[in-house]
């Protein structure tokens, strides 16, 4: 993704004025940390490692189509052998912040992945963090819209801290409308901010991509940016191009 001149807010407000979500960290008996979430599901919902037992059940979610066409990064097909790198990947502590998994029943490895959520050191792109170097999607370069010169950009990250990331997520098609996401987004953001010393989350969301919009959008800390960005989507996963929004939460 081309780099542009960093964009300014839409919105004069500051987000540093509105406090954090609470924190609501606990422990399971061998000393993982997790975080309940209140959500509609029938069934605890906690935010919690990943473990290398996971990877059966990342794989059967990022292979459905409606779900995988919908994300940019993981390859096409994706492989249980891409969700073995991916775990292995993050419990080796590459990405840093390792709270990631959205998990029903329990917050040990007895439960069941049912989707990802994740903090991870800031990229020109968002999505690039979860690729995996032999099947790295070439973003391209973006395209301003015609009469449209200002096209936002995810900023140049603090290579020497850290501090600013970018968030993504993804669900399980089986358990949406049950109001699991927000919950897991707030608490995500929440111990980033007060245990992990996170100054500044990024996130985009495709145009046309109205529930991951209304996530983002129903925190006020995230702050629309002004202009937008194409991504060319591969070809695997339905080709052409999607115009991108970004928001920025700064502490």
Not at 19 to 37: E, F, K, V
Not at 228 to 235: A, C, D, G, R, Y
């Given at each position: 993704?081309?780099?542009?001149?960093?964009?300014?807010p839409?919105n004069?407000?500051?987000s540093?004025?509105?406090?954090?979500?609470?924190?609501?960290?606990?422990?399971?008996?061998?000393?993982?940390?997790y975080?309940?979430?209140?959500?509609r599901?029938?069934?605890p919902?906690?935010?919690?490692h990943l473990?290398?037992?996971?990877?059966?059940?990342?794989?059967t979610?990022?292979?459905?189509?409606?779900?995988?066409?919908?994300?940019?990064?993981?390859?096409?097909?994706?492989?249980?052998?891409?969700?073995?790198?991916?775990?292995?990947?993050v419990?080796?502590?590459?990405?840093k912040?390792?709270?990631?998994?959205?998990?029903?029943?329990a917050?040990?490895?007895?439960?069941?992945?049912?989707?990802?959520i994740?903090?991870?050191?800031?990229?020109?792109?968002s999505?690039?963090h979860?690729?995996?170097?032999s099947?790295?999607?070439?973003?391209p370069?973006?395209?301003?819209?015609?009469?449209?010169?200002?096209?936002?950009?995810?900023?140049?990250?603090?290579?020497?801290?850290?501090?600013?990331?970018?968030?993504?997520y993804?669900?399980?098609?089986?358990?949406?409308?049950?109001s699991?996401?927000?919950?897991?987004?707030?608490?995500?953001?929440?111990?980033?901010?007060?245990?992990?010393?996170?100054?500044?989350?990024?996130?985009i969301?495709?145009?046309?991509?109205?529930?991951?919009?209304?996530?983002?959008?129903s925190?006020?800390?995230?702050?629309?940016?002004?202009?937008?960005?194409?991504?060319?989507?591969?070809?695997?996963?339905?080709?052409?191009?999607?115009?991108?929004?970004?928001?920025?939460?700064?502490?």
């Amino acid at each position: 993704m081309s780099q542009t001149t960093q964009p300014q807010p839409s919105n004069s407000s500051s987000s540093t004025s509105i406090p954090s979500p609470p924190l609501n960290l606990q422990h399971t008996a061998s000393g993982s940390p997790y975080i309940p979430l209140t959500s509609r599901s029938p069934h605890p919902v906690f935010l919690t490692h990943l473990f290398e037992t996971d990877a059966p059940a990342m794989a059967t979610e990022l292979s459905d189509p409606t779900l995988n066409k919908a994300l940019i990064a993981p390859p096409t097909p994706y492989t249980l052998d891409d969700a073995k790198w991916w775990i292995n990947n993050v419990r080796t502590g590459n990405t840093k912040l390792p709270l990631c998994a959205l998990r029903l029943h329990a917050p040990d490895s007895t439960g069941l992945l049912i989707g990802g959520i994740s903090l991870a050191p800031s990229e020109p792109s968002s999505f690039s963090h979860i690729l995996k170097p032999s099947s790295a999607v070439s973003i391209p370069k973006s395209e301003p819209e015609s009469g449209n010169n200002n096209t936002s950009s995810i900023p140049e990250p603090d290579t020497k801290t850290n501090k600013s990331v970018t968030l993504d997520y993804w669900l399980s098609p089986n358990h949406r409308q049950l109001s699991i996401m927000k919950p897991a987004v707030s608490a995500l953001i929440s111990w980033g901010i007060q245990t992990c010393g996170v100054t500044k989350i990024f996130v985009i969301a495709s145009e046309d991509n109205i529930a991951s919009r209304s996530i983002i959008e129903s925190f006020p800390q995230f702050v629309r940016q002004e202009g937008f960005e194409w991504l060319e989507w591969p070809e695997k996963k339905g080709g052409g191009k999607r115009k991108t929004l970004s928001w920025v939460w700064e502490v």
